[in-house]
């Protein structure tokens, strides 16, 4: 199989990449400037619309997951254009490209978010529920539209609406490893926010399954079956590293750490349940999040 993929230097591309390259499969990165153009490597600049069409042909998949990382700094009016900017170009001039192909790939995977649905406390979510408000929310309905031009062609479109992605590498578990190390990890405010979670080897799994199953198409929670509360997370952790968690963050301390997006990514509620990946039988390899924590970490 001849797999296309952006954003592959990332910490999920560069897992994807190897996975993909460990069971034979033919991997092409399409790399933004600053990237090492690599052997078979090819050129793009959302920026600026350069992306030339012949090199597109013949893939039998394409994933893209640029865009810039939306929780590495203040939510200021310029960087949130930037994060805006990031995926909907992106995806626009990918999009633009692929729908007029004369030897298109079968499916085009393109990386969205759970943020799709805002904030909601303790409701289910499924990928059929309504999207929700807020920055993030308007952003990934917009992100998600930008592929809406693939639809009707030949082309399987799937929209993954990733969750919080647990890796030491990476990722909100990497940067919260250090406090909860030092037995100073505490919840968020009440620690009542659910946090849908998947992790890094599970996601793989994910786009791979997306990939190959003709069945999923439009929108797909990726995300563990057994979401949990920002309390309940924090406990299990703690227990993972065999550190106590008796300290909490109170909500403003985090409004004025972060601003903005402390309100939409560490505040927010979102019970996302990966119900087309169950129906179409995916197997997760971390269904639960001790389980999932503990081949993590090593522990």
């Known amino acids: 199989m001849k797999v296309l993929i952006s954003g592959s230097y990332g910490l999920i591309g560069s897992a994807l990449v190897r996975s993909l390259t460990a069971q034979g499969h033919q991997v092409t990165r399409l790399v933004r400037p600053g990237r090492p153009v690599t052997a078979g490597a090819i050129a793009w600049d959302p920026s600026s619309g350069t992306l030339e069409l012949r090199s597109l042909e013949d893939f039998d998949a394409v994933v893209h997951l640029a865009g810039e990382n939306i929780a590495s700094g203040r939510w200021t009016a310029e960087r949130k254009q930037r994060i805006r900017d990031s995926r909907v170009r992106g995806t626009t001039l990918l999009c633009s490209r692929l729908k007029n192909l004369e030897q298109p790939p079968n499916v085009a995977v393109f990386a969205s978010a759970i943020g799709y649905y805002g904030d909601r406390a303790d409701e ?14 308007n952003l990934v309905r917009e992100w998600e539209a930008a592929s809406q031009p693939l639809e009707g062609t030949s082309i399987r479109v799937v929209r993954l609406r990733i969750g919080v992605v647990l890796s030491k590498d990476g990722g909100a578990l990497a940067k919260m490893l250090p406090t909860f190390k030092r037995g100073l990890g505490g919840k968020f405010s009440s620690g009542r926010q659910y946090m849908s979670w998947i992790t890094l080897d599970d996601l793989v799994g994910v786009i791979e399954h997306t990939i190959t199953n003709d069945n999923l198409s439009g929108p797909v929670n990726a995300v563990g079956p057994k979401p949990m509360t920002n309390g309940e997370f924090t406990k299990t952790l703690g227990k993972v590293l065999s550190r106590p968690t008796l300290l909490s963050v109170p909500a403003f301390a985090l409004h004025l750490a972060a601003g903005e997006m402390a309100e939409e ?35």
């Not at 289910?124 to 929310?137: M, R």
């Open 265 to 299: 990514l560490l505040l927010a509620s979102t019970r996302a349940l990966p119900k087309k990946l169950q129906e179409t039988g995916y197997h997760f390899l971390h269904p639960d999040l001790e389980s999932g924590l503990r081949t993590v970490l090593g522990k």
């Open 124 to 137: 289910e979510l499924d990928e059929d529920s309504p999207p929700g408000h807020g920055f993030v929310a």
